[in-house]
């Protein structure tokens, strides 16, 4: 910490991150001095068990709450914008980049954002496009989404006139908005290096800790995730994720190529689709009808052909 802007501004010229005390070995973020393995002396351990003592506090005091309503967010910047929103005259104070316009709940997690500049300086003085907090956010207009495949849903409807640089796979099709996440696919997918996580009850195998630890949650007929709108429960986050888009949002992210009619789910877009390219694919099996979606084609066959037997 420091005490003025200058003092913080002159440390910055020759910081470096986060050093190794056994080897000297520099990082941009703490947690890959967490990762880092090194045959260092004791005091490098000593050093490395403090690390892991504020990783392990800062996992710990997730989620966010907002002090005057109690809501809940997992991101310091999530938890600056509702302030901004809803609580526009309240007196609390908020921390803004001082590269781009975001702001943050905390001084820590602002000091954590600007690192991400930090590492986008190369040696020439030039520098890249300023990546931010989260990296589903739009580089554009800032607008957040969950997914990776939303966000570039995002950029092909609403910026379609707009040049931004796409990380394609050399390997598939995929396609991704930085650097990192083309390479976690290419190590997840091709490399077949995939972690893996084991049920303790049945052994079932999961490539996600998240995936885990909600389906942990089912053996023990806890369901960790509650909607603030309906209080309904669910046991997975997806679900709980595409329960609040479907029932409480009114967002309609994904936009049919042929009409540009809006719809909630990618699902209900791929069955509007149908309507534009006359694709049937659910055929009947005791006629020659044939219907474009699921639900059509269970209706007709209890109303033309009976329940089954």
Known sequence: MFASTAELDA???????????????????????????????????????????????????????????????????????HIEKEHPAASVTLHQCNICPRKFASIGATRHHRAFHKTNTVTSGNTKPAALDDPNDCVICLKSFKLDRELLQHLETDHADVSVKLYQCTKCDRKFTTEAKLQKHDYNTHQGRQPQFFCSFCGRLFTKRIGLRDHE????????????????????????DRHMQVVHSDAKQFTCQFCQKCFKRKATLKVHLRLHTGEKPYQCEFCSCRFVDPSSFHRHKQKEHGPPT
């Open 217 to 240: 949650s089912t053996h023990r007929g806890v369901r960790r995730y509650q909607c603030k709108e309906c209080n309904r429960e669910f046991s997975y986050k997806s679900s709980y």
């Open 11 to 81: 440390h910055c010229t020759h910081c470096n991150g986060y050093g190794c005390e056994g080897c000297g070995q520099q990082f941009p973020f703490v947690g890959q001095l967490r990762e880092h393995e090194c045959n260092g002396t004791s005091k490098h351990q000593q050093s490395m068990q403090l690390v892991n003592d504020l990783i392990d506090g800062i996992e710990v005091s997730l989620p966010l709450q907002c002090g005057l309503c109690s809501m809940e967010y997992s991101q310091s910047s999530k938890l600056a914008q």
